[in-house]
């Protein structure tokens, strides 16, 4: 503004740059000192308002009398104002603010050659807010590219983490299912015998098995290999998070009473539409990133849950003052066993909660500053599953004999189910290999064929294809250890009558045998 005075010999000017909404009005004055900055609400009656709204340069020989302007220009640092000189300031072919200058040094008045002056200065001044503006623009694009960019690197990194995950749970299930079903079928017979030390045995193998079971479905979750939509309900995402919060009041309560760390969860829960989801899933995520926010903040802090929601997705944000995060980690905060709280901590929280909302179609983010805390944002698709009325429990299936082909490589897995649907009053042949189950099929009458997924040469989707082809009206149950989502185009172009998950309970495939033959 130093240059305004000295082209036009004026003796104070201010320059002003209003927002897009103009809203607000940014101001740099000079008057012969130091330049003072300044933003205030857009005026509506003063000088640089008028030009600004007109888009028009004015010249004004005395304030006073102007009657526009009550003879005062209450944007103007100044009491006493005679002559007066606006210029429109326009960047991008919009007018963006003014430079205004008052009172000539000399007791004159502005002229045509004064306001050409100003013009030169004003578009240089646009032309500058341009660059700044194109600057910012381009700042937002690489800040866009970079988190687009980071996003597809976390989904490579989870994929191939998925792919190796999915093979180790394909070996780890057909294990478990041995080793279930054997203790199962123990157990079953060894009732007679009423053996409780032995019972009791059989009670741990049973249970290591299930937990081993959980933790393969649990490895799982933070890849994609397991985005199957099996068991998902419609949901209150806020009464979920009220349980989760309830869940975790007994850490956060006890941290504030005995640690004496002041510790404040609030929760800014809007009404929203429900969700579809597995509700265990969906509150595990919640409660994980309650308690991650709890160790952030060692010396206490606040905590908030908060609710939104559009016409198609509902969005959770879970806030903490905590210590936030490093700049080294941020980009690899969903990272499995990657941990800043030492090596008590698994570093499978955030891994898991990734995971789980990937598998329901969400997305998860991470905002952090270190020493001014974190936000996670989840977003998770408004659900569209119907409700239904309640149907009465089905009757207890009557059970018939049938003719069953087992194809299965794996040898523990193919003599477990030959031994307990045999008990069962079927009668079993059993085939190491696809080729070798399509020739018995083609030789045999067999009302019901049971084929593993994974076998060499060919699968179990072409021994269903194979199975179909020759006789429809055979029914096919496909069984597989790889814990992935269930492909139902591929189910139904292949005529798959039953899916069967490694590790089974052997109840449950009996029954789920029983009513797929009596239907």
């Known amino acids: 503004m130093t240059c305004c005075n000295t082209l036009v010999d004026s003796t104070a000017s201010v320059l002003f740059i209003c927002d897009e909404k103009k809203e607000n009005l940014a101001t ?3 008057a012969g000192g130091e330049e003072s900055l300044e933003v205030k609400a857009y005026p509506t009656g003063s000088v640089a308002a008028w030009v600004i709204a007109n888009n028009e340069a004015i010249l004004i020989d005395d304030l006073k009398l102007d009657a526009r302007f009550s003879g005062k220009d209450d944007d103007f640092p100044v009491e006493t104002i005679r002559s007066v000189a606006c210029i429109p300031v326009r960047s991008k072919g919009q007018t963006v603010g003014a430079i205004e200058v008052i009172n000539k040094k000399n007791g004159g008045t502005f002229s045509q050659k004064d306001s050409g002056f100003l013009s030169i200065i004003a578009n240089q001044v646009g ?7 194109l600057l910012a623009e381009l700042d937002q694009s690489l800040r866009d590219l970079k988190k687009a960019q980071n996003r597809i690197i976390q989904i490579e990194k989870v994929r191939a983490l998925g792919e190796m995950a999915g093979g180790v749970a394909h070996d780890f299930n057909n294990l478990l299912a041995g ?13 007679r015998n009423e053996d409780p030390a032995v019972q009791k045995s059989l009670d741990v193998i049973e249970k290591s098995a299930l937990d081993g079971a959980a933790m393969v479905r649990r490895l799982l979750d933070f890849t994609k290999f397991r985005r199957d939509a099996e068991g998902f309900t419609s949901l209150n995402i806020n009464e979920l998070i009220k349980d989760a919060v309830e ?19 609030q929760m800014e829960l809007n009404e929203v539409p429900p969700i579809a989801g597995e509700e265990a899933a ?6 994980n990133l309650i308690f991650n926010a709890i160790e952030a903040m060692p010396s206490g802090g606040r905590i908030c849950i908060s609710t939104q929601s559009n016409e198609r997705e509902v969005f959770i944000k879970i806030r903490d003052t905590g210590i936030g995060m490093p700049e080294e980690f ?11 709280k030492g090596p008590t901590n698994s570093g499978l929280g955030l891994s898991v909660s990734y995971g789980i909302v990937k598998r329901h179609d969400g997305n998860i983010e991470i905002e952090s500053t270190e020493g001014k805390g974190t936000t996670v944002s989840i977003t998770l698709p408004i659900s569209s599953i119907k409700e239904h009325n309640a149907v009465p429990e089905a009757q207890k299936v009557q059970r018939q004999k049938a003719r069953i082909l087992i194809i299965d490589d794996d040898e523990t897995v193919r003599d477990l189910l030959n031994e307990v649907l045999t008990d069962a009053g079927h009668e079993v042949i059993t085939a190491s290999h696809g080729r070798d189950g399509t020739q018995l099929f083609k030789n045999q009458p067999f009302d019901l064929v049971i084929t593993d997924l994974a076998m060499p040469e060919i699968s179990g989707w072409d021994v269903a294809r194979s199975v179909k082809e020759e006789k429809p009206a055979t029914l096919v149950a496909l069984i597989t250890g790889w814990g992935l989502e269930t492909d139902d185009q591929k189910m139904k172009e292949c005529d798959i009558d039953l899916l069967i998950k490694k590790p089974f309970q052997l109840k449950e495939i009996i029954n789920q045998i029983d009513e797929l033959l009596q239907n």
């Open 28 to 30: 740099s004055f000079y």
């Open 127 to 133: 032309m500058e807010l341009n660059n700044i503006r």
């Open 179 to 191: 080793v279930l079903g054997r203790a199962q079928l123990l157990r079953q017979k060894l009732d």
């Open 247 to 265: 869940f975790t009041k007994t850490r956060w309560k006890t941290e504030t009473e005995v640690f004496g760390k002041k510790l404040d969860l």
């Open 282 to 287: 969906i509150r595990e995520v919640i409660v």
């Open 330 to 340: 941020k980009n690899k905060a969903f990272d499995p066993f990657l941990t800043t």
